[in-house]
């Protein structure tokens, strides 16, 4: 019913993928989206977030920025950090999903999106034939108020949890602990 919403993977965060298994299981490139994925909605870049970026590239993946915002956001996002990037994406839309892989020079296989929205970063990579990731968005505080596109994606991920047919599709990609 709502599985073209369903993420193949539900993490905690981009930091607790495990992305050495990801590469074993040949994925070359990955789609982050910025808000809430990678920092709090419209912050810089964290030296965390940096130093996460030259690790996973050193490994030999390849790195592409997609955002609903602008060009000016997404530069100053990048500023310390060299991936290339899609400003106003229009996401869900499939074409920047899609350019972003031409961009990557990888196939559909190959390639993963990594997000936190259902409605944008996971149903755009859904429909376009793409493996994604969702992670939690990331929150401020407990106290801070959530929208009703959020109430709606909890509704939804309700259902996901309930269905393990669609959990867990590459194999559990969340890093052990302690590893």
Same mark, same amino acid.
């Given at each position: *019913?709502?599985?073209?919403?369903?993420?193949?993977? =539900?993490?905690?965060?981009?930091?607790?993928?495990? =992305?050495? $298994?990801?590469?074993?299981?040949?994925?070359?490139?990955?789609?982050?989206?910025?808000?809430?994925?990678?920092? !709090? !909605?419209?912050?810089?870049?964290?030296?965390?977030?940096?130093?996460?970026?030259?690790?996973?590239?050193? *490994?030999?993946?390849?790195?592409? &920025?997609?955002?609903?915002?602008?060009?000016?956001?997404?530069?100053?996002?990048? +500023?310390?950090?060299?991936?290339?990037?899609?400003?106003?994406?229009?996401?869900?839309?499939?074409?920047?999903?899609?350019?972003?892989?031409? *961009?990557?020079?990888?196939?559909?296989? +190959?390639?993963?999106?990594?997000?936190?929205?259902?409605?944008?970063?996971?149903?755009?990579?859904?429909?376009?034939?793409?493996?994604? &990731?969702?992670?939690? =968005?990331?929150?401020?505080? +407990?106290?801070?108020?959530?929208? $009703?596109?959020?109430?709606?994606? $909890?509704?939804?991920?309700?259902?996901?949890?309930?269905?393990?047919?669609?959990?867990?599709?590459?194999?559990?990609?969340?890093?052990? +602990?302690?590893?």
């Amino acid at each position: *019913m709502f599985e073209i919403f369903y993420p193949y993977e =539900y993490v905690e965060s981009v930091f607790s993928i495990d =992305y050495k $298994k990801l590469i074993k299981l040949g994925y070359k490139g990955l789609i982050f989206d910025i808000d809430n994925t990678l920092v !709090h !909605h419209g912050e810089d870049s964290t030296r965390e977030v940096d130093e996460l970026f030259k690790e996973i590239q050193n *490994m030999g993946l390849k790195t592409v &920025i997609l955002s609903n915002n602008s060009e000016r956001r997404v530069k100053k996002f990048l +500023e310390n950090i060299d991936s290339l990037y899609i400003f106003d994406a229009q996401k869900p839309k499939k074409i920047n999903y899609l350019k972003s892989i031409d *961009m990557l020079e990888l196939n559909k296989n +190959e390639v993963v999106v990594v997000g936190d929205q259902i409605f944008t970063d996971i149903f755009g990579a859904n429909r376009s034939g793409i493996s994604s &990731i969702l992670v939690k =968005y990331l929150r401020k505080s +407990e106290s801070e108020k959530i929208g $009703k596109k959020r109430r709606v994606e $909890k509704f939804i991920l309700n259902f996901y949890k309930k269905n393990k047919k669609y959990q867990n599709r590459m194999g559990n990609i969340q890093k052990k +602990e302690g590893v």
